[in-house]
């Protein structure tokens, strides 16, 4: 049997993880950027699929009593990004060479009727806030020019009937399942009691485990009724940037698509806040979080300051800020923090 040659941009690949996905019947193994090529144009041939499912029509959702609409506008599209804008690792003064940027996918809030962006396409996309018996009514577009596939919003957390699931079924697709290049899509989502908390959401289209590793993700902060919001939040995506996915010669370790301290989010706060750094794994690894010179209890009123974050969980770090300077956070993987996944917390007094 032939030897399989692996040039060193495969290898480099290979040794930041392979992963498989799944596209349309076929299974690509995703190595390399020559291999997630594949995989998008295996995407690309996707068809609509034909509404054949013959559950529904399911009857559109409405507001709770004294709840309201929530509406946001949010686009989907392709930008050239940098995970280290600075060119340095700020915790340890050193730069951070070689190519940086890669072709991302992100989410990005636009104003009413998507007549101009609100905001910067981010990594992650824009926080939705809700409260309980509200309605998050989240218009979706998928504006991307350049990967040429069906894209979606997939929620946790919230309650939604299979119309407004945002996945990706096969024959079993519903509406919000296969949102083409262009096309415009409405999703309705219920924040009920059992919705209070922090969740993710993602692309969940024909190809949505590269899509997403790409930086489709963002939150949903759903809070009881007239819950008073804390002094100082901020959510924080713990993920890694493959060079099977990136096209760069090593993988980044991130935090919110940035790598190092000064280009990771530096979070501030002053002395007697009420602070909460809500937590989410967005990759295949586990992760967890440490900020030195800090404690909070856990759900179960334990004391923790290095608590465990697997693939889409959340954690919440909340305190009453008591202690002022400049402290390093990190994952405490201690590979994960030294590729990238630290950042800044500054309190002052």
Not at 190 to 219: I, K
Not at 263 to 275: C, E, M, S, Y
Request: proline share 8%; net charge neutral; with cysteine.
């Amino acid at each position: 049997m032939p030897r399989r040659v692996i040039d060193r941009r495969a290898f480099l690949g290979t040794s930041a993880g392979a992963f498989i996905c799944t596209i349309g019947g076929r299974r690509i193994t995703v190595r390399s950027p020559e291999d997630a090529a594949r995989a998008d144009a295996a995407a690309r041939t996707v068809a609509r699929p034909a509404q054949a499912e013959p559950d529904g029509p399911f009857p559109a959702p409405e507001p709770a009593p004294g709840g309201q609409r929530r509406e946001y506008w949010i686009q989907a599209r392709s930008v050239r990004w940098d995970p280290v804008p600075t060119g340095r690792d700020d915790w340890h003064d050193v730069p951070v060479r070689g190519k940086r940027t890669f072709r991302a996918l992100t989410y990005q809030a636009m104003t009413r009727g998507f007549a101009r962006p609100l905001a910067p396409a981010s990594m992650p996309g824009p926080v939705l806030h809700a409260e309980v018996g509200d309605l998050l009514v989240v218009h979706f577009r998928n504006a991307d020019e350049h990967f040429g596939q069906a894209l979606t919003m997939h929620p946790h957390g919230v309650r939604y009937n299979p119309d407004y699931d945002g996945s990706y079924l096969g024959v079993r697709t519903r509406p919000g399942g296969f949102v083409e290049p262009g096309e415009e899509f409405t999703y309705l989502w219920e924040a009920t009691p059992d919705s209070v908390g922090v969740w993710p959401y993602h692309d969940h289209g024909p190809n949505h485990m590269l899509n997403t590793f790409r930086g489709l993700f963002g939150a949903i902060v759903v809070r009881e009724r007239g819950a008073k919001a804390p002094d100082v939040e901020q959510v924080l995506f713990l993920h890694s940037l493959m060079p099977s996915v990136t096209g760069l010669r090593r993988t980044l370790q991130t935090i919110n698509g940035r790598a190092y301290a000064g280009n990771t989010p530096t979070v501030r706060a002053r002395v007697g806040q009420d602070v909460a750094l809500h937590v989410i794994g967005m990759d295949d690894a586990f992760h967890d979080f440490h900020i030195h010179g800090h404690r909070w209890r856990d759900a179960s009123g334990a004391f923790v300051d290095t608590p465990s974050v697997g693939p889409n969980e959340t954690i919440t770090a909340r305190f009453v800020e008591d202690n002022p300077g400049r402290w390093l956070y990190h994952c405490h993987v201690f590979s994960h923090q030294d590729a990238g996944m630290a950042g800044w917390y500054v309190v002052d007094a």
